[in-house]
């Protein structure tokens, strides 16, 4: 937790001891993949109740500048994304722990609001090559004309509950996987992308 | 293996049977390769076979049954005889076709099936005997002495059978998935296929094109034909490049469409590396591709069908459109002397290729008696003798044909000289992919063909796969058909132009089956299934057409019956009478051609066939030198072996004695953790656990339990209340999923009214078991200190929120599954690695001692807790001894079914402890109980053993189980009985808390 | 085969759990007797035809589905959120 | 019916295989018979056969919508085992490997019984400790059983996967006598033993309706007919409840489609049967050299005779979890069966509210091992009115009173049957 004041106890990264930086698989031309780890990502559930949607709305608005998408939209705000995960239900994620302490203050008995920054590895993908090495695990269909900036998905890669959410027309893409699988997770990537090339590029490219 | 000769005397090296010129191949590149220890030379753009013909080859394996010799008999996936073992060792490739093999330089390839050569097969069947082993003679006998089949008969038939020899190690290729989406997938591309998708990518939609073969262009690679006037190879490559121009168009050349499944889901086997000595670094093998498209077009084209006559097996007998392929693809005679055997117009087109060739013509057999003047003319100008409504009778030559026997009208029959016959007998539709789901094709007639009948929803047929089998009509469907498709997915473009074409004849009246001579005439050639095989099946009453199948295996060979079925069927139908639609067809069923397993499991082997999760305190136990066992998708610490440990048992031994006498630390992260919130929580989980929530004060954790609506066990687990809305569920590691999965039905399916939401927070929560009389003062140094955790202040079942590590949220359970004072921290999971370094550094002055799955079990044992063993979803509430916990106010979840009497029978099996009399035995998990005295039999079953232990604190054996009535039998004798393990011990009945029964050590 | 989930689109049945007969409806308090139990619990119509069923999107957005199917061609008629058939019944109740 | 044997195989050969008479009549439907068993496969075959031979009953018909053995009994992966846990199932199965053992002496036809053991594989404490549990009540009930450990199992099966498993092979319960039968030869063996004792075989003749008056059943009607029958038999697998219906009975049955797959023929790779512990997958080699494997039903409910991907992308990956050496093994055909998947995964074979109507059902994946103590158990309740003792725990009502039979402890769902 970047912004956190100093502890002793050290925290221990989704991607720590899995990803290495660095050049790998075939290293001819352009790398088709890169891949950077989202550290220091704070995230928390949101999951509302029909009946008081609208006021929830507004307490998200108010807090955040944006109201939370009613479909598997992406809701962009200055310090916070509203990722839509399933009905009544988002993933907040925001490199501000103050914002995350606020807006479950502010949501209280509006909403159940679940703190799952530690419960999920975030990578943002980018590269020429992303779309053909997600084929080769996602079952959805990433084509630009079907799935655009903005747009998410609940799904699985190689058995893997994951969530995506499209950046830009790059195309970039966010993928959160369940922490304790990570491990398995990149070495499905690997084996993916290794015959375009990836580069993983150590750091939050944010912060 | 020897070396190849050098690649320049290679060149020098001739084929004495490639043409001088012409052809899709490269003749710049020549690659060497090797057949039964023989080295070969062929071009690139060949197929094994087109380069072992080039070289002489004809005589390529031995067939299934009577192992005679074949060759070559197509030049494509319909291909019944030559099969190879292809590459060698762990790439060893049984029953490969060579007429689909690509060659590559250094292509090493074995004939199958022969010992101990090709040439000189001690098992082919000489002709007395084969009689015996007519279709189905195995039902009919091997049956005395009953023993004799397994010892003797089996194992001879067994090594008889099967063709090729699998590799006997693990693969060392990789293969892949892949998923593609499209509006528009066409199969093949031939010129239906081409046009099909040029149709439908002008109208902008996104296409996908898919052709088994490593060149587009079907047919038009095999034959000499015109379109608006030009050859059609300017077609060909204009449309290839307008359509490789367009961004939405997806070639796929090498993949093979192999099934049709639900809604519009596709699967496909992409080659991708099968031309290739060894797949390049980084790249798969094949990829297997599921493929979603909102439309198909089938344009798969179709298959020549042979005749059946005696002897039509013998190497040199060759389907006419292979022999032109062979010609017109690959620039190889297929021989040097020909005869053609047709029953229609389009077999004459093989005059002209092999005159152009230089291949002599000797002869022209037309089963039909008048024939057009311009082809007895073409005849003339081959020089070739035509006999109109001539017959094959036989065929001669040893391992080769020699010559044919040919009958006329008037039954003169005469020899004449040939080392090549071409049969054509018109083609059949390939329309099995029509057929996937369930539909069945409908006999035309006209065509004398099974054509599409009903059809998968969203797939059209165009071109010869629907019965259309000219060049122009092909083209016509296909722009049609394809524009069409393309504007269903709510695309518009303009047509296609029409194309003209020469002219072509398709005219056909086949011949099913030459009678009248003595020799084997094959209809099934891979599965040696004869004309007279039918016969028999009809005379032993297997008429109906699956029958016809199962009882002589006809169409149940590598190939699928693809050049057999129809001959089959046609003699069947004479035989009774019977047209051939009403005699039907059988059931065409994926793949389309056979599909390597590895393909469909692609990434998903070895360690990789299913995730492996990770605890958050997975590294620091590493470098502890923890042992691990999976549970589930886990990987869990099972012990922490030291150097000084003899074994595993002594390593468990201490971390328990540790644990009971001072304190130990264990990861429980794995444990389901459901964070349930809302007005209506508490009610919520009155109705999903059998015992009541509604009085539990906030701060506190209570253990629950879960049923099925059918009344029977499905999980527990402690949840604490951490505020008046707010609970925090735990479920077992196994189950957690399955709860989660249950709540989420219960909410959403049955009870949507109330107010109460919950996620899996199972992830975001690393937790840790401090188990002990210490474990206080060890989490004393833990937790941060404004906390007090005296027992007055914290104490048991408290469960809190708090904070460690300065500040860092977390949550203290007081909850036991050792017995001994113990809490569970938890902690966010980044901070799991910190929480254990933390918890190990506050430990040692008490010598704390991580523990594992080992110890954990041996404590509960003791304690006598029901886990997995006892859960097993066979067991009630009063099965495990908590009946009581059945509340009687309320209306739960599996409550009306809990009370069948069934379920009440005292008489049941009932939870209970065990010790062994003699203390110094061991007991084992999986023995029954049976009364001291009595027979070791199922009428005296009385229950079983669930779960066993060795107990250093008692210093022998504890065993849980179930026995009938056990409660009311403390301090009797019962003998646990295990003959699996040849084992036998007397225990003696005892309560299953072993330790600490009436929880003292918890409440301190 | 593919399922279309009113919230995420659709996607291949892979990514969905099946549970079985949506016809049946839990009965609650009085109705809760024995038989009325064991009808609900074990006995189905198992039709040859459409059958309305309930799957579970068990990889995606964790809701719970009413899909009416046909058992013997496998296509999809319909598919509606489990809560809104549940809500509807209930006002059906009150009503 | 003429007696096979290798001297008459020989003498016929010698006569050019001429003489051979059908296996069967081609029977026209008679206006009434005593007893009418619906369902031409294993089972109703079977029960046709033991009901003539064993009760001296030959005014029956079996009358079977499409061809015999056309259902199940036609596509199954053919292994058969009596290795069960529960005392309801145990003698049940063990009488039916009894009667698989003296069945082609029986029946003087090869259904090519082997015996070459079915090995069931274990890959973790608690899973041994299940099997061990298992394995010991075969033992109490007087059937072969046997625990193995890693190194038994290697030396078995040396090429599965001991090195680089995800869930390592720790060892095995092995039932040597369990093994496999030629799947159509045991409908054909049936049909041609029944048919020599007169009953009347009618292939298509699907039945559409069941006539009852007075809660009486009355006959059947059929695509050939109305039939007269004082008992009808229903023996119908994935159908069931279909034919339930239209007697006016709902059952706790679904039907499900299980896919199975066939590899192309190979020289002798696997001479067992071995089953895979933690995932869905088994597998022996048929005498004609194919590889043939099944896994999970696909897990819907379903009519169509044919499955999805899933499911076969999940058989596969299993295949090469525990065999990596079958990577480059092409499969050449896969299919599906509809299933009688019954709410607790154990079979019925009882009478019904309806007199005269009678059912035998709820066979899920596991019924083909069952034929011959199917048949020979059914005849039985049909002919006397009453359970046969290896069948008595296969009752309608246990539903309600909770006898329940479920050896998977997976209750009232039945796709993880
Ligand atoms: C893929 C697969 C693999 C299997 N593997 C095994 C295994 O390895 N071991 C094992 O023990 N079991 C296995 N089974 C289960 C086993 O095959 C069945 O349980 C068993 O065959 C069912 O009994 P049966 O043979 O009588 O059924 P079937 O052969 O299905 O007989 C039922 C007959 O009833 C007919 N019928 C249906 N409706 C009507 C009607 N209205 N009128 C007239 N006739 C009608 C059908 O056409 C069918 O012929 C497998 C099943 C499948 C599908
Ligand atoms: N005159 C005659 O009697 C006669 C008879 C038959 C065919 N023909 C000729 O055949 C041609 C018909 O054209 P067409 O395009 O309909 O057929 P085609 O045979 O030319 O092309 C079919 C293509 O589909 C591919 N294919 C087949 N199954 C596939 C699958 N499952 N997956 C991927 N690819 C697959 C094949 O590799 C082939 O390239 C015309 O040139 C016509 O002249 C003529
Ligand atoms: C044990 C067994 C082995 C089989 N072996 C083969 C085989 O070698 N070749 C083949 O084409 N089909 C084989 N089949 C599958 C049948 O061809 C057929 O698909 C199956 O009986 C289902 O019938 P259906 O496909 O007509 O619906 C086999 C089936 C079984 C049950
Ligand atoms: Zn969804």
Same mark, same amino acid.
């Given at each position: 937790?970047?912004?956190?004041?100093?502890?002793?106890?050290?925290?221990?990264?989704?991607?720590?001891?899995?990803?290495?930086?660095?050049?790998?698989?075939?290293?001819?031309?352009?790398?088709?993949?890169?891949?950077?780890?989202?550290?220091?990502?704070?995230l928390a559930t949101i999951i509302g109740h029909r009946?008081?949607s609208?006021?929830l709305d507004?307490?998200l608005?108010?807090?955040?500048?944006?109201e939370p998408p009613k479909t598997a939209q992406v809701a962009?705000?200055?310090?916070?994304d509203l990722i839509w995960s399933g009905p009544e239900q988002w993933l907040l994620a925001?490199?501000?722990?103050?914002?995350?302490?606020?807006?479950?203050?502010?949501?209280?008995?509006?909403a159940a609001v679940s =703190?799952q920054?530690?419960a999920r590895?975030?990578?943002?993908?980018?590269?020429?090559?992303?779309?053909?090495?997600?084929?080769?695990?996602?079952?959805i =269909?990433?084509?630009?004309?079907?799935?655009?900036?903005?747009d998410v998905a609940l799904t699985a890669?190689?058995?893997?509950g994951v969530q995506l959410w499209?950046? =830009?027309?790059?195309?970039?893409?966010?993928?959160a996987?369940f922490?304790?699988?990570?491990?398995?997770?990149?070495?499905?990537?690997?084996?993916?992308?290794?015959?375009?090339?990836?580069?993983?590029?150590?750091? =939050?490219?944010?912060? | 293996?020897?070396?190849?000769?050098?690649?320049?005397?290679?060149?020098?090296?001739? @084929?004495?049977?490639?043409?001088?010129?012409?052809?899709?191949?490269?003749?710049?590149?020549?690659?060497?390769?090797?057949?039964?220890?023989?080295?070969?030379?062929?071009?690139?753009?060949?197929?094994?076979?087109?380069?072992?013909?080039?070289?002489?080859?004809?005589?390529?394996?031995?067939?299934?049954?009577?192992?005679?010799?074949?060759?070559?008999?197509?030049?494509?996936?319909?291909?019944?005889?030559?099969?190879?073992?292809?590459?060698?060792?762990?790439?060893?490739?049984?029953?490969?076709?060579?007429?689909?093999?690509?060659?590559?330089?250094?292509?090493?390839?074995?004939?199958?099936?022969?010992?101990?050569?090709?040439?000189?097969?001690?098992?082919?069947?000489?002709?007395?005997?084969?009689?015996?082993?007519?279709?189905?003679?195995?039902?009919?006998?091997?049956?005395?002495?009953?023993?004799?089949?397994?010892?003797?008969?089996?194992?001879?038939?067994?090594?008889?059978?099967?063709?090729?020899?699998?590799?006997?190690?693990?693969?060392?290729?990789?293969?892949?998935?892949?998923?593609?989406?499209?509006?528009?997938?066409?199969?093949?591309?031939?010129?239906?296929?081409?046009?099909?998708?040029?149709?439908?990518?002008?109208?902008?939609?996104?296409?996908?094109?898919?052709?088994?073969?490593?060149?587009?262009?079907?047919?038009?690679?095999?034959?000499?034909?015109?379109?608006?006037?030009?050859?059609?190879?300017?077609?060909?490559?204009?449309?290839?490049?307008?359509?490789?121009?367009?961004?939405?168009?997806?070639?796929?050349?090498?993949?093979?469409?192999?099934?049709?499944?639900?809604?519009?889901?596709?699967?496909?086997?992409?080659?991708?590396?099968?031309?290739?000595?060894?797949?390049?670094?980084?790249?798969?093998?094949?990829?297997?591709?599921?493929?979603?498209?909102?439309?198909?077009?089938?344009?798969?084209?179709?298959?020549?069908?042979?005749?059946?006559?005696?002897?039509?097996?013998?190497?040199?007998?060759?389907?006419?459109?292979?022999?032109?392929?062979?010609?017109?693809?690959?620039?190889?005679?297929?021989?040097?002397?020909?005869?053609?055997?047709?029953?229609?117009?389009?077999?004459?087109?093989?005059?002209?290729?092999?005159?152009?060739?230089?291949?002599?013509?000797?002869?022209?057999?037309?089963?039909?008696?008048?024939?057009?003047?311009?082809?007895?003319?073409?005849?003339?100008?081959?020089?070739?003798?035509?006999?109109?409504?001539?017959?094959?009778?036989?065929?001669?030559?040893?391992?080769?044909?020699?010559?044919?026997?040919?009958?006329?009208?008037?039954?003169?029959?005469?020899?004449?000289?040939?080392?090549?016959?071409?049969?054509?007998?018109?083609?059949?539709?390939?329309?099995?992919?029509?057929?996937? $789901? &369930?539909?069945?094709?409908?006999?035309?007639?006209?065509? @004398?063909?099974?054509?599409?009948?009903?059809?998968?929803?969203?797939?059209?047929?165009?071109?010869?796969?629907?019965?259309?089998?000219? $060049?122009?009509?092909?083209?016509?469907?296909?722009?049609?058909?394809?524009?069409?498709?393309?504007?269903?997915?709510?695309?518009?473009?303009?047509?296609?132009?029409?194309?003209?074409?020469?002219?072509?004849?398709?005219?056909?009246?086949?011949?099913?089956?030459?009678?009248?001579?003595?020799?084997?005439?094959?209809?099934?050639?891979?599965?040696?299934?004869?004309?007279?095989?039918?016969?028999?099946?009809?005379?032993?009453?297997?008429?109906?057409?699956?029958?016809?199948?199962?009882?002589?295996?006809?169409?149940?060979?590598?190939?699928?019956?693809?050049?057999?079925?129809?001959?089959?069927?046609?003699?069947?139908?004479?035989?009774?009478?019977?047209?051939?639609?009403?005699?039907?067809?059988?059931?065409?069923?994926?793949?389309?051609?056979?599909?390597?397993?590895?393909?469909?499991?692609?990434?998903?082997?070895?360690?990789?066939?299913?995730?492996?999760?990770?605890?958050?305190?997975?590294?620091?136990?590493?470098? @502890?030198?923890?042992?691990?066992?999976?549970?589930?998708?886990?990987?869990?610490?099972?012990?922490?072996?030291?150097?000084?440990?003899?074994?595993?048992?002594?390593?468990?031994?201490?971390?328990?004695?540790?644990?009971?006498?001072?304190?130990?630390?264990?990861?429980?992260?794995?444990?389901?953790?459901i964070d349930i919130q809302g007005?209506?929580?508490?009610?919520?989980?009155?109705?999903?656990?059998?015992?009541?929530?509604?009085?539990?004060?906030? &701060?506190?954790?209570?253990?629950?339990?879960?049923?099925?609506?059918?009344?029977?066990?499905?999980?527990?687990?402690?949840?604490?209340?951490?505020?008046?809305?707010?609970?925090?569920?735990?479920?077992?590691?196994?189950?957690?999923a399955?709860?989660m999965q249950?709540l989420q039905f219960?909410h959403q399916a049955?009870?949507p009214?109330?107010?109460v939401c919950m996620v899996s927070v199972s992830e @975001?929560?690393?937790?840790?078991?401090?188990?002990?009389?210490?474990?206080?003062?060890?989490?004393?140094?833990?937790?941060?200190?404004?906390?007090?955790?005296?027992?007055?202040?914290?104490?048991?079942?408290?469960?809190?929120?708090?904070?460690?590590?300065?500040?860092?949220?977390?949550?203290?359970?007081?909850?036991?599954?050792?017995?001994?004072?113990?809490?569970?921290?938890?902690?966010?999971?980044?901070?799991?690695?910190?929480?254990?370094?933390?918890?190990?550094?506050?430990?040692?002055?008490?010598?704390?001692?991580?523990?594992?799955?080992?110890?954990?079990?041996?404590?509960?044992?003791?304690?006598?807790?029901?886990?997995?063993?006892?859960?097993?979803?066979?067991?009630?509430?009063?099965?495990?001894?908590?009946?009581?916990?059945?509340?009687?106010?309320?209306?739960?979840?599996?409550?009306?079914?809990?009370?069948?009497?069934?379920?009440?029978?005292?008489?049941?099996?009932?939870?209970?402890?065990?010790?062994?009399?003699?203390?110094?035995?061991?007991?084992?998990?999986?023995?029954?109980?049976?009364?001291?005295?009595?027979?070791?039999?199922?009428?005296?079953?009385?229950?079983?053993?669930?779960?066993?232990?060795?107990?250093?604190?008692?210093?022998?054996?504890?065993?849980?189980?179930?026995?009938?009535?056990?409660?009311?039998?403390?301090?009797?004798?019962?003998?646990?009985?295990?003959?699996?393990?040849?084992?036998?011990?007397?225990?003696?009945?005892?309560?299953?808390?072993?330790?600490?029964?009436?929880?003292?050590?918890?409440?301190? | 085969?593919?399922i279309r989930c009113p919230y995420c689109g659709e996607r291949?049945?892979?990514e969905f759990t099946?549970?079985?007969?949506?016809?049946?409806?839990?009965?609650?308090?009085?109705?809760?007797?024995?038989?009325?139990?064991?009808?609900?619990?074990?006995?189905?119509?198992?039709?040859?035809?459409?059958?309305?069923?309930?799957w579970y999107h068990s990889a995606g957005c964790h809701a719970w589905l009413?899909?009416?199917?046909?058992?013997?061609?496998?296509?999809?008629?319909?598919a509606e959120p489990a809560r809104d058939?549940?809500?509807?019944?209930?006002?059906?109740?009150?009503? | 019916?003429?007696?096979?044997?290798?001297?008459?195989?020989?003498?016929?050969?010698?006569?050019?295989?001429?003489?051979?008479?059908?296996?069967?009549?081609?029977?026209?439907?008679?206006?009434?018979?005593?007893?009418?068993?619906? /369902?031409?496969? /294993?089972?109703?075959?079977?029960?046709?056969?033991?009901?003539?031979?064993?009760?001296?009953?030959?005014?029956?018909?079996?009358?079977?919508?499409?061809?015999?053995?056309?259902?199940?009994?036609?596509?199954?992966?053919?292994?058969?085992?009596?290795?069960?846990?529960?005392?309801?199932?145990?003698?049940?199965?063990?009488?039916?490997?009894?009667?698989?053992?003296?069945?082609?002496?029986?029946?003087?036809?090869?259904?090519?019984?082997?015996?070459?053991?079915?090995?069931?594989?274990?890959?973790?404490?608690?899973?041994?400790?299940?099997?061990?549990?298992?394995?010991?009540?075969?033992?109490?009930?007087?059937?072969?059983?046997?625990?193995?450990?890693?190194?038994?199992?290697?030396?078995?099966?040396?090429?599965?996967?001991?090195?680089?498993?995800?869930?390592?092979?720790?060892? /095995?319960?092995?039932?040597?006598?369990?093994?496999?039968?030629?799947?159509?030869?045991?409908?054909?063996?049936?049909?041609?033993?029944?048919?020599?004792?007169?009953?009347?075989?009618?292939?298509?003749?699907?039945?559409?309706?069941?006539?009852?008056?007075?809660?009486?059943?009355?006959?059947?009607?059929?695509?050939?007919?109305?039939?007269?029958?004082?008992?009808?038999?229903?023996?119908?697998?994935?159908?069931?409840?279909?034919?339930? !219906?239209? !007697?006016?009975?709902?059952?706790?049955?679904?039907?499900?489609?299980?896919?199975?797959?066939?590899?192309?023929?190979?020289?002798?790779?696997?001479?067992?049967?071995?089953?895979?512990?933690?995932?869905?997958?088994?597998?022996?080699?048929?005498?004609?050299?194919?590889?043939?494997?099944?896994?999970?039903?696909?897990?819907?409910?379903?009519?169509?005779?044919?499955?999805?991907?899933?499911?076969?992308?999940?058989?596969?990956?299993?295949?090469?979890?525990?065999?990596?050496?079958?990577?480059?093994?092409?499969?050449?055909?896969?299919?599906?069966?509809?299933?009688?998947?019954?709410?607790?995964?154990?079979?019925?074979?009882?009478?019904?509210?309806?007199?005269?109507?009678?059912?035998?059902?709820?066979?899920?994946?596991?019924?083909?091992?069952?034929?011959?103590?199917? /048949?020979?158990?059914?005849?039985?309740?049909?002919?006397?009115?009453?359970?046969?003792?290896?069948?008595?725990?296969?009752?309608?009502?246990?539903? !309600?009173?909770?006898?329940?039979?479920?050896?998977?402890?997976?209750? !009232?769902?039945?796709?993880?049957?």
């Amino acid at each position: 937790m970047s912004d956190a004041l100093p502890r002793p106890w050290a925290a221990r990264g989704a991607w720590d001891g899995v990803i290495a930086a660095g050049r790998q698989g075939c290293d001819r031309g352009e790398p088709g993949v890169r891949v950077s780890p989202r550290e220091g990502l704070h995230l928390a559930t949101i999951i509302g109740h029909r009946a008081r949607s609208a006021e929830l709305d507004r307490l998200l608005f108010e807090a955040l500048g944006a109201e939370p998408p009613k479909t598997a939209q992406v809701a962009r705000a200055s310090d916070g994304d509203l990722i839509w995960s399933g009905p009544e239900q988002w993933l907040l994620a925001s490199p501000s722990a103050e914002l995350m302490r606020q807006i479950a203050a502010r949501l209280a008995g509006v909403a159940a609001v679940s =703190d799952q920054s530690d419960a999920r590895g975030v990578l943002r993908l980018s590269g020429s090559q992303v779309r053909n090495v997600l084929a080769k695990g996602c079952l959805i =269909d990433l084509h630009p004309r079907v799935f655009r900036p903005g747009d998410v998905a609940l799904t699985a890669i190689a058995h893997i509950g994951v969530q995506l959410w499209q950046l =830009d027309d790059g195309p970039t893409y966010e993928l959160a996987v369940f922490r304790s699988m990570a491990m398995s997770f990149w070495s499905w990537f690997e084996g993916a992308a290794a015959e375009y090339g990836y580069e993983v590029i150590a750091g =939050d490219p944010r912060n | 293996m020897t070396p190849f000769v050098s690649i320049k005397d290679a060149r020098r090296a001739v @084929q004495p049977f490639r043409l001088a010129t012409g052809g899709a191949i490269d003749r710049s590149q020549p690659l060497r390769f090797r057949f039964d220890g023989k080295d070969h030379l062929g071009f690139a753009g060949d197929t094994l076979a087109s380069a072992l013909l080039a070289n002489g080859v004809r005589f390529v394996a031995r067939s299934f049954k009577y192992h005679r010799p074949r060759g070559v008999l197509s030049a494509g996936c319909e291909e019944p005889n030559a099969l190879v073992e292809l590459r060698t060792g762990a790439r060893r490739e049984p029953n490969t076709r060579a007429t689909i093999a690509e060659l590559y330089e250094g292509l090493e390839a074995a004939s199958q099936n022969r010992w101990p050569s090709l040439a000189f097969d001690l098992l082919s069947v000489s002709a007395p005997l084969s009689p015996l082993l007519r279709a189905g003679f195995y039902y009919k006998t091997f049956m005395w002495p009953a023993s004799f089949w397994e010892k003797l008969y089996e194992p001879l038939i067994r090594r008889a059978a099967g063709l090729g020899r699998a590799a006997s190690d693990e693969d060392p290729d990789h293969y892949e998935k892949a998923i593609a989406f499209c509006d528009v997938l066409v199969i093949g591309g031939g010129p239906a296929g081409l046009s099909a998708a040029l149709g439908a990518a002008r109208t902008g939609a996104r296409i996908i094109l898919c052709d088994e073969d490593f060149c587009l262009g079907g047919r038009l690679l095999a034959e000499r034909r015109a379109i608006d006037g030009r050859g059609a190879e300017e077609w060909l490559h204009a449309t290839i490049a307008e359509l490789e121009s367009l961004p939405e168009v997806r070639v796929m050349r090498r993949t093979t469409v192999f099934g049709v499944y639900d809604h519009g889901t596709f699967g496909a086997l992409e080659r991708v590396n099968d031309h290739m000595p060894v797949p390049p670094q980084h790249e798969p093998r094949q990829r297997a591709w599921r493929i979603v498209a909102k439309r198909a077009v089938l344009a798969a084209g179709s298959t020549e069908r042979p005749i059946v006559f005696s002897g039509n097996d013998r190497p040199g007998v060759m389907l006419a459109g292979a022999v032109r392929t062979y010609i017109n693809r690959f620039g190889v005679a297929p021989g040097r002397r020909a005869a053609i055997f047709t029953a229609g117009d389009d077999g004459w087109r093989t005059v002209a290729d092999l005159a152009r060739a230089g291949v002599l013509v000797a002869a022209v057999i037309d089963c039909r008696s008048d024939i057009d003047p311009a082809l007895a003319t073409m005849a003339r100008q081959a020089g070739a003798r035509l006999v109109a409504g001539g017959r094959v009778v036989a065929t001669h030559g040893a391992h080769g044909l020699k010559a044919i026997d040919v009958t006329d009208p008037s039954g003169h029959r005469e020899r004449i000289e040939c080392d090549l016959l071409a049969l054509s007998n018109g083609w059949n539709p390939a329309i099995h992919l029509t057929c996937h $789901l &369930g539909g069945r094709p409908a006999w035309d007639e006209a065509r @004398q063909a099974f054509v599409p009948g009903t059809l998968p929803p969203g797939l059209s047929v165009a071109g010869a796969a629907a019965g259309r089998l000219s $060049l122009g009509e092909a083209l016509a469907d296909g722009a049609r058909l394809g524009l069409a498709a393309g504007s269903d997915c709510g695309f518009e473009g303009a047509p296609v132009g029409h194309a003209a074409t020469d002219p072509e004849s398709v005219a056909v009246a086949p011949v099913w089956r030459v009678g009248g001579s003595k020799g084997k005439a094959f209809v099934d050639f891979q599965n040696d299934v004869t004309d007279s095989d039918v016969e028999l099946a009809h005379r032993e009453g297997f008429r109906p057409v699956e029958h016809l199948k199962r009882y002589t295996t006809l169409g149940m060979a590598t190939d699928q019956g693809k050049t057999s079925n129809l001959p089959g069927l046609a003699i069947m139908a004479k035989l009774t009478g019977r047209s051939i639609p009403q005699v039907g067809t059988t059931v065409f069923r994926p793949p389309y051609t056979p599909v390597a397993i590895g393909a469909l499991a692609g990434h998903h082997r070895g360690k990789a066939f299913r995730p492996t999760r990770l605890t958050p305190s997975h590294a620091w136990a590493e470098q @502890q030198g923890a042992v691990f066992v999976e549970t589930g998708l886990w990987l869990r610490a099972q012990y922490f072996p030291r150097h000084s440990e003899s074994d595993w048992l002594a390593t468990v031994n201490r971390e328990v004695t540790t644990v009971r006498t001072s304190v130990g630390v264990c990861d429980v992260s794995t444990l389901g953790k459901i964070d349930i919130q809302g007005g209506d929580a508490a009610e919520f989980l009155d109705r999903v656990y059998c015992n009541g929530w509604t009085a539990l004060p906030v &701060g506190k954790a209570r253990y629950g339990l879960m049923l099925r609506e059918d009344g029977f066990v499905m999980d527990d687990g402690t949840t604490s209340r951490l505020g008046d809305a707010h609970f925090l569920m735990t479920t077992t590691t196994a189950n957690a999923a399955k709860v989660m999965q249950h709540l989420q039905f219960c909410h959403q399916a049955l009870w949507p009214e109330l107010d109460v939401c919950m996620v899996s927070v199972s992830e @975001q929560w690393a937790q840790f078991a401090i188990a002990g009389p210490r474990s206080r003062e060890v989490l004393r140094g833990v937790v941060d200190p404004e906390h007090d955790l005296s027992h007055e202040a914290f104490p048991y079942l408290a469960a809190r929120e708090i904070t460690v590590g300065n500040g860092l949220p977390a949550r203290l359970f007081r909850i036991s599954f050792s017995g001994e004072l113990a809490y569970e921290l938890a902690a966010p999971a980044s901070y799991g690695d910190a929480a254990i370094r933390a918890i190990m550094t506050a430990g040692e002055p008490f010598g704390i001692a991580p523990y594992g799955t080992e110890a954990l079990g041996v404590m509960r044992i003791e304690k006598g807790h029901v886990a997995g063993n006892e859960i097993n979803g066979q067991t009630t509430a009063r099965d495990l001894g908590l009946g009581r916990m059945m509340s009687t106010k309320k209306d739960f979840i599996g409550r009306a079914m809990a009370a069948r009497p069934a379920l009440l029978d005292p008489d049941r099996p009932t939870f209970i402890g065990f010790k062994p009399v003699d203390p110094s035995r061991r007991l084992r998990a999986g023995a029954h109980f049976v009364a001291p005295g009595k027979a070791a039999s199922a009428a005296n079953d009385e229950g079983h053993m669930t779960s066993v232990a060795f107990s250093p604190t008692l210093g022998h054996w504890l065993g849980l189980g179930f026995l009938r009535r056990g409660p009311e039998r403390i301090g009797e004798r019962v003998r646990a009985v295990d003959p699996v393990r040849d084992g036998e011990v007397e225990v003696e009945i005892c309560d299953p808390a072993f330790v600490d029964p009436a929880g003292e050590r918890l409440r301190v | 085969m593919r399922i279309r989930c009113p919230y995420c689109g659709e996607r291949d049945v892979q990514e969905f759990t099946y549970l079985g007969d949506a016809s049946k409806v839990r009965p609650e308090g009085s109705d809760a007797n024995a038989d009325a139990m064991i009808d609900y619990v074990y006995v189905r119509d198992n039709p040859a035809g459409p059958h309305r069923e309930f799957w579970y999107h068990s990889a995606g957005c964790h809701a719970w589905l009413v899909v009416v199917r046909d058992t013997r061609t496998h296509a999809i008629e319909e598919a509606e959120p489990a809560r809104d058939v549940a809500l509807r019944r209930r006002k059906g109740e009150a009503a | 019916m003429m007696n096979y044997s290798v001297f008459g195989l020989v003498a016929h050969a010698l006569r050019g295989n001429k003489h051979w008479m059908p296996v069967w009549r081609e029977a026209e439907p008679k206006a009434a018979y005593d007893i009418v068993i619906v /369902g031409g496969g /294993g089972h109703g075959l079977a029960t046709a056969y033991y009901l003539a031979k064993e009760h001296g009953l030959t005014n029956v018909a079996v009358v079977e919508k499409g061809y015999l053995g056309s259902g199940n009994v036609g596509r199954n992966t053919t292994i058969v085992r009596s290795n069960y846990l529960l005392p309801g199932n145990i003698p049940f199965y063990e009488w039916s490997m009894k009667l698989w053992e003296g069945l082609e002496q029986d029946i003087n036809y090869n259904a090519m019984v082997s015996q070459r053991g079915v090995l069931n594989l274990y890959h973790s404490d608690a899973q041994r400790d299940a099997f061990a549990r298992r394995g010991n009540a075969m033992r109490l009930h007087g059937v072969d059983a046997e625990l193995l450990d890693r190194e038994q199992v290697r030396a078995m099966a040396p090429f599965l996967d001991f090195a680089n498993g995800r869930f390592p092979v720790q060892g /095995g319960l092995l039932q040597r006598r369990g093994g496999t039968v030629r799947h159509d030869a045991v409908a054909w063996g049936y049909a041609r033993a029944a048919d020599a004792r007169g009953v009347d075989l009618l292939q298509n003749c699907e039945v559409t309706g069941i006539r009852t008056e007075q809660g009486r059943v009355r006959g059947v009607e059929t695509a050939r007919g109305f039939i007269r029958a004082n008992k009808v038999g229903l023996a119908v697998a994935g159908n069931t409840s279909r034919l339930a !219906a239209m !007697a006016g009975l709902r059952l706790p049955i679904e039907s499900h489609v299980l896919q199975a797959f066939v590899t192309e023929g190979v020289k002798p790779l696997i001479d067992t049967v071995v089953t895979f512990g933690a995932g869905h997958f088994y597998v022996s080699q048929s005498d004609k050299g194919g590889l043939v494997f099944g896994g999970d039903i696909d897990g819907y409910n379903s009519y169509a005779q044919r499955g999805n991907l899933p499911v076969i992308e999940d058989v596969m990956e299993s295949a090469m979890a525990i065999w990596p050496g079958l990577g480059r093994l092409r499969v050449l055909r896969h299919w599906g069966g509809v299933m009688d998947m019954s709410m607790d995964g154990s079979p019925i074979i009882d009478g019904t509210p309806i007199e005269g109507l009678y059912l035998n059902a709820g066979w899920c994946y596991g019924g083909f091992k069952a034929t011959p103590a199917s /048949g020979w158990c059914f005849a039985h309740t049909i002919a006397r009115g009453e359970p046969h003792p290896f069948s008595a725990a296969y009752r309608l009502d246990r539903f !309600a009173t909770g006898h329940l039979i479920d050896e998977k402890g997976v209750g !009232a769902q039945p796709n993880l049957h």
